[in-house]
């Protein structure tokens, strides 16, 4: 992805968070500067992989497949005491964040606002494939069964809860807008606990056309 995108990208999302009187931490918004004076005293959110987060899951296409992400808290295995983990995601009309399960990851996905949250569901089998039995999920508490492959269609305020193994797709329902959305999961590990039905990328590799106008999660290695 061209940096020049990514930065579009970030624009877009920093206005329509606002619209939605959605705020962010100060840090949110150094500069690679303020990075580096704040190194030390900001290990957990570089260490952790807390900021700003855009992928295009290697479509070169991020409109059609890709993924706006914000993490505001996270864990990490075996080194700190945190068990937990927030994002903000914005999710665009018929925007695919492709069909994917966890692991070890519990998460509730929350429609925030906006528009509806379309998530597609399948049980997963040993071999990683789709299963095709019922998926037995609760959506804000409530038992419901869904066919494999079947729609839950989330509406502002609504979430649902997704356990391990659950495979899952989303996009934004068209004609309805763009959604803001949320998640509360056990820790996040992005390097270690995504198992997708079909390969992609998950961190761009990013043609630095024009300054960041804010790091990504994946820029910490190299900017500081």
């Known amino acids: 992805m061209k940096r020049s995108e990514i930065n579009q990208i970030i624009g877009n999302a920093e206005s329509f968070m606002a619209s939605k009187q959605f705020i962010l931490p100060p840090w949110a918004y ?15 959110v570089i260490d952790n992989m807390l900021g700003w987060d855009i992928t295009d899951f290697g479509s070169d296409d991020f ?6 992400l914000f993490t505001l808290r996270n864990g990490k295995y075996r080194v700190d005491k945190k068990p937990y983990a927030e994002k903000i995601m914005i999710v665009e009309e018929c925007q695919e964040t492709p069909m994917h399960y966890h ?19 399948y049980n997963s089998t040993p071999d990683n494939w789709l299963g095709t ?35 899952h797709r989303f996009y934004g329902e068209k ?50």
């Open 30 to 44: 150094w500069g690679v500067e303020e990075w580096k004076n704040n190194r030390a005293a900001a290990a957990e």
């Open 133 to 167: 039995t019922p998926v037995i999920v609760k959506v804000d508490g409530i038992v419901r069964k869904v066919e494999p492959g079947g729609k839950v269609i989330l509406t502002p305020g609504e979430s649902i809860c997704l356990e391990q193994g659950v495979y």
């Open 103 to 121: 692991w070890s990851k519990m998460e509730d996905i929350i429609c925030r606002g906006g528009g509806n949250l379309v998530i597609e569901l």
């Open 175 to 224: 004609s309805r807008g763009t959604v803001l959305v949320g998640e509360v999961s056990a820790v996040n590990d992005d390097a270690n606990d995504n198992c997708f039905l079909e390969p992609v990328g998950r961190f761009p590799i990013v043609d630095e056309d024009e300054p960041p106008l804010h790091l990504l999660v994946s820029d910490y290695p190299n900017f500081l």
């Open 63 to 68: 409109y059609r497949r890709g993924l706006f």
